[in-house]
T-cell receptor, first 113, second 117 residues
Framework: AQSVTQLDSQVPVFEEAPVELRCNYS??????LFWYVQYPNQGLQLLLK??????LVESINGFEAEFNKSQTSFHLRKPSVHISDTAEYFC???????????FGKGTKLSVKP | GAVVSQHPSRVICKSGTSVKIECRSL??????MFWYRQFPKKSLMLMAT?????????EQGVEKDKFLINHASLTLSTLTVTSAHPEDSSFYIC?????????????FGPGTRLTVT
C-alpha cells in the first residue's frame, strides 16, 4: 500500500530565505505525486503535480519539486520565500484503493520577517 | 479550471442534531466524490468514496449510519452527520474527480468547519 511521509511537521524560515519541504513515499507501482497548499481556514489548492515526463515540475509562484524515483522522494523547494507563503503544505500520492489520494501529515511553513 | 464548492463553510449545531454538508462540482461532472476529515495537526483522512447513483464505500472505522453520504447527481454529493456529538467537530473537505482520468486528479472544495456544542 502506498504511504507518504513528511518528516518535518513545522518549518520556520525568514523571509527571502530558501526552503525545502521533504516528502518521501512508498509504493510498489508507478505513482502520480502532488503538492497541495492550505491557507488558514481554507481548503486545499493544488500547487504542482508530477504525472510523467520531466522530473522537475514548477508552480506559478516559484515553487518547484523534483521527482526522484531512486530515492522515492518529491521534495518541494523555493529559493526565496515570502511571508505570504506561510501555510500548510501537503504531499500526496495517487493510488488509494478507491482512486483517492493518500496524504502526508503536512508541513506547516512559517515565514517570518 | 474545475471548481468545487461546499456549503456551508461553517456550521455550529447542538449535540444530537443532524447537519448536512453539500459538495458541488460547478463546471464539470464528477462521477466520483471523496469525503475527507481533517483533524487538527493531522492529515486528511478519507472517510468515504461516493459514485453517482450507487452506495458510498466507507473506509474502515467510519460509521456509515452516522455519516450518511448521497451522490444523487453528477454534480452534487451530500454528507449528513447524524446525531452529532462534540467529537464530530472537525473540518470536512470534499473532492471530486472524473471518470476516465488516469491521473487521479482531484479538485477540492474549500471545506466545512463543523462545531458541535
Amino acid at each position: 500500500a502506498q504511504s507518504v511521509t513528511q518528516l518535518d511537521s513545522q518549518v520556520p524560515v525568514f523571509e527571502e530565505a530558501p526552503v525545502e519541504l521533504r516528502c518521501n513515499y512508498s509504493s510498489s507501482v508507478s505513482v502520480y505525486l502532488f503538492w497541495y497548499v492550505q491557507y488558514p481556514n481554507q481548503g486545499l489548492q493544488l500547487l504542482l503535480k508530477y504525472l510523467s515526463g520531466s522530473t522537475l515540475v514548477e508552480s506559478i509562484n516559484g515553487f518547484e519539486a523534483e521527482f526522484n524515483k531512486s530515492q522515492t522522494s518529491f521534495h518541494l523547494r523555493k529559493p526565496s520565500v515570502h511571508i505570504s507563503d506561510t501555510a500548510e503544505y501537503f504531499c500526496a500520492v495517487s493510488g488509494g484503493s478507491q482512486g483517492n489520494l493518500i496524504f502526508g501529515k503536512g508541513t506547516k511553513l512559517s515565514v517570518k520577517p | 479550471g474545475a471548481v468545487v464548492s461546499q456549503h456551508p463553510s461553517r456550521v455550529i449545531c447542538k449535540s444530537g442534531t443532524s447537519v448536512k454538508i453539500e459538495c458541488r462540482s460547478l463546471d464539470f461532472q464528477a462521477t466520483t466524490m471523496f469525503w475527507y476529515r481533517q483533524f487538527p495537526k493531522k492529515s486528511l483522512m478519507l472517510m468515504a468514496t461516493s459514485n453517482e447513483g450507487s452506495k458510498a464505500t466507507y473506509e474502515q472505522g467510519v460509521e456509515k449510519d452516522k455519516f450518511l453520504i448521497n451522490h444523487a447527481s453528477l454534480t452534487l454529493s451530500t454528507l449528513t452527520v447524524t446525531s452529532a456529538h462534540p467529537e464530530d467537530s472537525s473540518f470536512y473537505i470534499c473532492s471530486a474527480g472524473t471518470s476516465g482520468s488516469h491521473t487521479y486528479e482531484q479538485y477540492f472544495g474549500p471545506g466545512t468547519r463543523l462545531t458541535v456544542t
